[in-house]
Structures are given as C-alpha cells and as structure tokens.
C-alpha cells in the first residue's frame, strides 16, 4: 500500500497551485483522508481532511483559501490551494487511514511529501 502525491513547486504569493494524493494496492476501505503540512522545527499541522462521504475540516489558517475534495472511486484526494500566502510554505504529506484487510485495525499511512515554495 502506498499513497502516491504529486504536484506542488514554487509559486508566487497570491497564486495558486494543486496537490494530489492517490492510493495505489489492495486495501480494504479508506476513511477519512487528509493533507498535513510541516515546516522545519515545527510539528506536522492538519491542513485539511475529508470523510468517506466528503464531509471536510479545514486548518483556520486555510479556510476560504484551500478546497480538499475526494473521488472514492479513484481513491484520491485532491487539494486545491489558492490565495497563496508565504506561510503556506511547507512539506505537504498526504494521509489516509485505511484498512488492508477486512478484520484489520485501521491505520494510518502516509505519502512521501511535496514541498510547496510560496514567494512574496
């Protein structure tokens, strides 16, 4: 099981850019999935998470600048950033708790990262 993400790089403040996460192997279920963000000698941040049913939670600091959507049958999210501001600078991770195996534990699995680079 792996969770794949691309997208990211280096924009300039105000600008836009998209992120996205997709799970590739035989699982069983993914719940919930998110966007997390980390900066160097800070903790890793929820960004923004998104349910089965594609109800969502997002970071204040990103409401009414950053969308997170889902398409279970690709299982993939999808996380559009706009109004782009220096802070949002960061290592982006993907995360999904999934179940491999019908009688498993969910757990928790994350993608490698993508460093998003906003400039003033």
């Known amino acids: 099981v792996q969770l794949q993400a691309s997208g990211g790089g280096l924009v300039q403040e105000g600008g836009s850019l998209s992120l996205s996460c997709a799970v590739t192997?035989?699982?069983?279920?993914?719940?919930?999935m998110a966007w997390y963000r980390q900066t160097p000698g800070k903790e890793r941040e929820l960004v923004a998470s998104?349910?089965?049913?594609?109800?969502?939670t997002y970071a204040d600091s990103v409401k009414g600048r950053f969308t997170i959507s889902r398409d279970n049958r690709k299982r993939s999210i999808n996380l559009q950033m706009s109004r782009l501001i220096p802070d949002d600078t960061a290592v982006y991770y993907c995360?999904?708790?999934?179940?491999?195996?019908?009688?498993?534990?969910?757990?928790?699995?994350w993608g490698q990262g993508t460093l998003v680079t906003v400039s003033s």
């Open positions: 995360n999904a708790a999934l179940k491999v195996g019908n009688f498993d534990r969910p757990a928790d699995y």
């Open positions: 998104i349910t089965y049913r594609s109800d969502t």
């Open positions: 192997g035989n699982i069983y279920r993914i719940d919930d």
